[in-house]
């Protein structure tokens, strides 16, 4: 079958991690046709590394896009009814454009279709898991006003109908929407039609120094309490992540001692 899905990835100066978020695209249960990098004016190994995947790069030597602007870059070379919009920092799960693509197909009228994020913070030379990115069910029930009100669609963790995205004029950018350019674009998707969800964690939103994230994001409590022994719900799903890894991923330490192989990305000690 060919893919009708397109990945579009803005980037500036991430060439490490973007090496880590280009290799689990390409590890996809089902790839994508096409892989865009947006470089907003990277002076590092970003073309480079772009290269050694075989993606298109659409690249503004100067810089100035800014997130948007270049999700906006990419967003005009897409050739495919679907499109993700994956940061260069994050990652996504094996299985993750296979489930969000199927749960689309299932509803015609929907503009996309989101899943959940698992957060891991970079400490000490280390990925720790720290929480998730999803709706309660509470907001599911109510949407697509609750999405109104709060922004629980992960950044990375959405199937776009590209004529949905087009008709919506793209992401908003400068300097009214820092911060806001996804919560924007997923509203106004919202208002033409109601999103559906994939109720399973397909993405990893990695934070870090780097890191331009909302400093109003907040997580949802709906996975706050989970096994007998106060592990969290969305520890125990990061864990059993970690089942499903592979031999050359490095292992990292959880609270309390549990030691897990994880998939997300090969983590290295370098961010």
């Not at 776009?160 to 820092?178: C, K």
């Not at 870090?208 to 969290?232: I, N, Q, V």
């Amino acid at each position: 079958m060919d893919s009708d899905v397109s990945v579009v990835i803005p980037t500036r100066d991430r060439a490490g991690l973007l090496r880590q978020t280009l290799r689990s695209v390409r590890e996809q249960t089902f790839p994508p046709a096409d892989i865009i990098v947006a470089d907003d004016g990277s002076r590092d190994n970003t073309a480079i590394v772009a290269d050694d995947f075989s993606c298109r790069r659409v690249h503004n030597p100067d810089g100035g896009w800014g997130a948007a602007g270049a999700r906006n870059a990419g967003l005009e070379q897409v050739r495919t009814p679907f499109v993700v919009f994956l940061d260069s920092d994050d990652l996504l799960l094996p299985g993750a454009i296979a489930a969000l693509r199927s749960r689309l197909l299932s509803e015609p009228a929907a503009p996309f279709a989101f899943g959940r994020a698992l957060i891991a913070r970079f400490v000490d030379g280390r990925w720790v898991p720290e929480g998730l990115i999803a709706p309660a069910r509470s907001e599911l029930a109510a949407l697509p006003s609750a999405l109104f009100a709060r922004n629980f669609v992960p950044s990375s963790g959405a199937l776009v109908r590209i004529e949905e995205a087009r008709a919506v004029g793209g992401f908003l950018s400068g300097a009214e929407s820092y911060y806001n350019e996804d919560f924007y674009f997923w509203v106004h998707l919202a208002l033409r039609d109601v999103p559906v969800h994939v109720p399973t964690i397909v993405s990893v939103y990695r934070v870090h120094a780097g890191t331009a994230s909302s400093p109003l994001l907040t997580m949802t409590t709906s996975w706050s309490t989970g096994s007998g022994d106060g592990t969290p719900r969305w520890l125990q799903g990061w864990r059993r992540i970690s089942a499903a890894g592979c031999a050359s991923t490095p292992s990292m330490r959880f609270t309390g001692g549990t030691r897990c192989r994880l998939f997300v990305g090969r983590l290295r000690s370098s961010a």
